[in-house]
């Protein structure tokens, strides 16, 4: 009798659980996952998974239901993902620094009915439980208390369930994970992912990565980042192999983590990627001898990747770099750099035709010439690709789905042989003396400087028409620079009408719980007390 799991695979669909049971029949035993050491076979999983899902049912989980966790990355936050999904329900990673009302909106927004939390995150349930309607259960991991309003499990209790995997058969159209948006504008958007957007992006990354059985990709993004899920969680049941997933990024631990896991591939981010570049306390090359040699890695993903970021890495260290892709959480992957083809400085690739129609769009849903900054719009070219839609807001799904396009609120190009570029985010775009400024591309001139370690370009607000432009930022640890000399280097490396008038020099910069520049906030406050260019009497060529 031919399975409905192997009918969806061959039209191109799939569901996580069908990824899982076709490891158990191929290679139940062999190393799946490393998860900051503990190690995991497919079978481990699998089992507890059950007992996790069975332990679900019996408080009454449905399918449908919504399970959070509030863990760090760790072999419990991946087996509660696990857990969650094999009952049905739909997981709910939440970011690890959410507290008070970020922490109280996600688990409300959602309709959490379940919130598994590690002992030293439990205050934080704690206090919101009580506002949360739809909250049942709290299943801490670690030692437990009572708290008013919901009932108290430990995780132990719920391992001393059966092992029998539940009856909750998924389709690939399902929900299976929700993963909030930052909330820079507003509150924070539940994306609605689907079992098969989870496959379909796992199988397009591990294409970027010429990914085989033979790979070992490690990986220290938090798992509530979508990104940790599909190329660790999923990615070694899409092409065999491994992963690892470590608790957080360090410098000094990177090598010999590599080394310890025997990693071929790393997915990190821009920052991680630009910090193991300018590592100056190993300033050889760990190509060969000591303790820190790379023996194993072949790759290091991150993006953006500033072009002079890339060359340090492939000559430092002696891997390839990939950082030749776009996408965002509601859709990936928009543009991608698929084996064979190189990507050109800067871009992020060519437009990813086998999933996606992407135009760029001007303010009124017009296509615009190629090498034309406009909006990145698109829709799916196969089913299930991309999210579906916004948890609890379809006005919200619909606003961004005008004349059926969804648009991205990114500013990019497209050149003539389809590389898309990322300008800026459209709220972020400034105009200044009737010209153009992405705040991304001055940004990464800025970072260039070398005294900052932290940069966000911002438009303020202008006394005679449209944006002025202002940095605020901080200096490197032992770094000493005034404003005046930043700007004098900004002349030579700028186009002139692309200066900041102000620059203001910080401790820290404001930072959403996810990390994001709240640039909204440095916008609202303007210019005051920052230096300001016009009344220091530096003169330049305006040309």
């Not at 030293?120 to 299943?139: G, N, Y």
């Not at 996408?327 to 035709?353: I, K, M, Y």
Request: proline fraction near 5%; glycine fraction near 8%.
């Amino acid at each position: 009798m031919t399975k409905m799991s192997d009918v969806w695979i061959r039209s191109g669909q799939s569901t996580i659980t069908a990824l899982l049971d076709r490891r158990l029949e191929s290679d139940a035993d062999s190393e799946y996952l490393d998860v900051c050491g503990t190690k995991l076979t497919a079978r481990d999983v699998a089992s507890v998974a059950a007992r996790l899902a069975n332990a679900m049912v019996e408080l009454g989980v449905r399918s449908g239901d919504r399970v959070a966790t509030l863990v760090e990355n760790s072999a419990e936050a991946t087996l509660a993902w696990w857990g969650a999904i094999r009952a049905g329900a739909i997981a709910v990673p939440i970011n690890t620094a959410y507290k008070g009302e970020y922490l109280r909106h996600q688990l409300d927004d959602s309709g959490a009915k379940v919130l598994i939390v590690e002992a030293d995150l439990a205050e934080r349930a704690e206090r919101v439980a009580a506002q949360v309607a739809s909250l049942e259960h709290l299943v801490v991991v670690g030692e437990a208390r009572e708290v008013a309003g919901v009932k108290m499990h430990t995780w132990d209790a719920l391992l001393g369930a059966d092992d029998t995997a539940p009856s909750r058969p998924a389709r690939p159209a399902d929900l299976a994970t929700f993963i909030y948006t930052g909330g820079t504008t507003g509150p924070s958007k539940g994306c609605m992912l689907s079992h098969n957007y989870h496959e379909a992006l796992a199988r397009q990354i591990g294409m970027c990565w010429r990914r085989t059985a033979d790979d070992v990709v490690w990986t220290p993004l938090p798992l509530f980042h979508f990104n940790a899920i599909v190329t660790a969680v999923l990615g070694p049941l899409v092409y065999g192999g491994r992963a690892a997933i470590y608790r957080k990024f360090s410098v000094s631990n990177f090598w010999p983590e590599m080394n310890r896991v025997g990693a071929t591939v790393t997915s990190t981010l821009g920052t991680m990627a630009y910090l193991l570049a300018h590592d100056v306390d190993r300033p050889e090359m760990p190509m060969s001898g000591g303790p820190e040699a790379n023996t194993t890695l072949r790759l290091i993903g991150a993006a953006p990747l500033p072009v002079e970021v890339d060359q340090v890495l492939r000559s430092r260290f002696g891997v390839d770099t990939f950082s030749g892709a776009y996408g965002l959480t509601e859709a990936s992957l928009v543009s991608w750099q698929p084996p064979g083809v190189e990507n050109r400085p800067n871009a992020a690739g060519v437009l990813n035709d086998e999933y996606f129609d992407v135009r760029i769009f001007d303010d009124h849903d017009n296509e615009l010439a190629p090498n034309t900054d406009g909006e990145i719009v698109l829709r799916p070219k196969r089913p299930h690709v991309m999210f579906e839609g916004y948890w609890g807001r379809p006005e919200a799904t619909v606003g961004t789905s005008r004349n059926w396009w969804y648009h991205t609120g990114d500013i990019g190009r497209v050149d003539d042989d389809r590389y898309l570029s990322f300008v800026d985010r459209k709220a972020d775009y400034l105009r200044r003396r009737g010209e153009n400024i992405s705040s991304f591309e001055v940004e990464r001139v800025l970072m260039g400087h070398g005294a900052l370690a932290d940069v966000a370009v911002h438009a303020v607000p202008s006394e005679l028409t449209e944006d002025d432009l202002k940095i605020t930022a901080t200096l490197a640890e032992g770094t000493t620079l005034t404003e005046e000399e930043l700007f004098r280097w900004c002349i030579d490396e700028l186009p002139y009408f692309a200066l900041p008038r102000y620059i203001e020099f910080r401790e820290e910069l404001p930072r959403s719980p996810v990390g994001r520049v709240l640039k909204r906030e440095l916008r609202d406050e303007g210019p005051a007390g920052a230096w300001d260019a016009d009344d220091s009497g530096i003169t330049y060529d305006k040309k």
